[in-house]
């Protein structure tokens, strides 16, 4: 089976942004969906399953991340990461 790539872009509304909670619970969602997860910003690019990585792009309420996913069930990851920002990172 062949990897596949999806992408999609979502909005920071979390009041606090990403710090190391949200970053933790990104972090967590995007290893468990078994893809290799890139996050980019403005300010840089991170692994998606690095809680160190998605805190040290500072990223405040109103940021634009723009995610990609590769793997078998890249969509479906895509998908969850954007439901997880859009909801305030509520698990």
Same mark, same amino acid.
């Given at each position: 089976?062949?990897?596949?790539?999806? !992408? !999609?872009?979502?909005? *920071?509304?979390? &009041? /606090?942004?990403?710090?190391?909670?949200?970053?933790? +619970?990104?972090?967590?969602?995007? %290893? #468990?969906?078994?893809? @290799?997860? /890139? *996050?980019? $910003?403005? #300010?840089?690019? &991170?692994?998606? &399953?690095?809680?160190? +990585?998605?805190? %040290?792009?500072?990223?405040? /309420?109103?940021? $634009?991340? @723009?995610?990609?996913? +590769? !793997?078998?069930?890249?969509?479906?990851? *895509?998908?969850?990461?954007?439901?997880?920002? +859009?909801?305030?990172?509520?698990?």
């Amino acid at each position: 089976m062949s990897a596949t790539t999806a !992408g !999609g872009e979502v909005v *920071v509304r979390n &009041a /606090q942004g990403l710090h190391l909670r949200p970053a933790t +619970e990104f972090a967590k969602l995007a %290893m #468990a969906t078994g893809c @290799r997860v /890139q *996050v980019r $910003t403005d #300010a840089g690019d &991170a692994n998606g &399953a690095s809680v160190l +990585e998605l805190a %040290m792009l500072g990223i405040t /309420q109103g940021v $634009t991340l @723009r995610i990609t996913a +590769e !793997g078998p069930s890249a969509g479906d990851a *895509v998908r969850r990461l954007i439901q997880l920002v +859009e909801s305030g990172f509520v698990v």
